[in-house]
């Protein structure tokens, strides 16, 4: 079993930043790709980034220029920096861990998520 918990949402005020950490512990894999998520009130949960073994990013066009993420294999963590945040970028924020075989857009591929992290932007 792998335990997967984010940390560092917050309150911020749009054009602000933050920085999202994410920490995977557990049953390890010999490769992994680490993702970003997120979920606004009555809406789907929806793709942010991914971070595959060999650190190639994928980003969704919402957040391209302003958000990135980045990795440290030696502590199986995550990051998620955030720039010129938006209201529209407020969310509930998961981390997914899955071994790393593509398919990284889609919610249905990762076999662990954190609790999540709220992001709150204000106007």
């Known amino acids: 079993q792998v335990q997967v918990v984010e940390s560092g949402g917050g309150l911020v005020q749009a054009g602000g930043s933050l920085r999202l950490s994410c920490a995977a512990s557990g049953r390890t894999f010999s490769s992994t790709a680490m993702a970003w998520f997120r979920q606004a009130p009555g809406k789907e949960r929806e793709f942010v980034a991914a971070i595959n073994w060999s650190a190639t990013r994928y980003y969704a066009d919402s957040v391209k220029g302003r958000f990135t993420i980045s990795r440290d294999n030696t502590k199986n963590t995550v990051y998620l920096q955030m720039n010129s945040l938006k209201p529209d970028d407020t969310a509930l924020y998961y981390c997914?861990?899955?071994?790393?075989?593509?398919?990284?857009?889609?919610?249905?591929?990762?076999?662990?998520w954190g609790q999540g992290t709220q992001v709150t932007v204000s106007s």
């Open positions: 997914a861990v899955k071994p790393d075989n593509g398919n990284y857009f889609l919610t249905s591929t990762y076999d662990y």
